[in-house]
Nanobody, 125 residues
Framework: QVQLRASGGDSVEAGGSLRLSCAAS????????LGWFRQAPQKGREGVAT???????SYRMSVKERFTISQDYTKNILFLQMDSLKPEDTAMYYC???????????????????WGQGTQVTVSS
């Protein structure tokens, strides 16, 4: 089981940017997709972005063109660059890993097998 640790969350004003990072304890060939999901207060978890082993990415419609998921394969680090942040992006963000996925398909939170502690993102208007 891989250990995942997210960081980089902060409080910013609308229109600002943040870069989330997620360090993996070890690389596992069992995981075919990595990604991010979030949970806002009193709301359910929702998938944000997914990247498959071949580098194909997919995004939630509301964050497309604003968020970018990427991975440093040599250091086992996953990133989420968030630009033009909106108050509705306020949530706890989690990085996660999935053993099975379809390249190009956004995974829902429940489709991930492992995830770490979240990092809080707060966007004020």
């Amino acid at each position: 089981q891989v250990q995942l640790r997210a960081s980089g969350g902060d409080s910013v004003e609308a229109g600002g940017s943040l870069r989330l990072s997620c360090a993996a304890s070890t690389y596992s060939a069992r995981y075919h997709c990595l990604g991010w999901f979030r949970q806002a207060p009193q709301k359910g978890r929702e998938g944000v972005a997914t990247i498959s082993r071949d580098g194909t990415t997919s995004y939630r419609m509301s964050v497309k063109e604003r968020f970018t998921i990427s991975q440093d394969y040599t250091k086992n680090i996953l990133f989420l660059q968030m630009d033009s942040l909106k108050p509705e992006d306020t949530a706890m963000y989690y990085c996660a890993a999935a053993r099975f996925c379809v390249a190009g398909a956004l995974l829902s939170a429940r489709e991930y097998d492992d995830w770490g502690q979240g990092t809080q993102v707060t966007v004020s208007s």
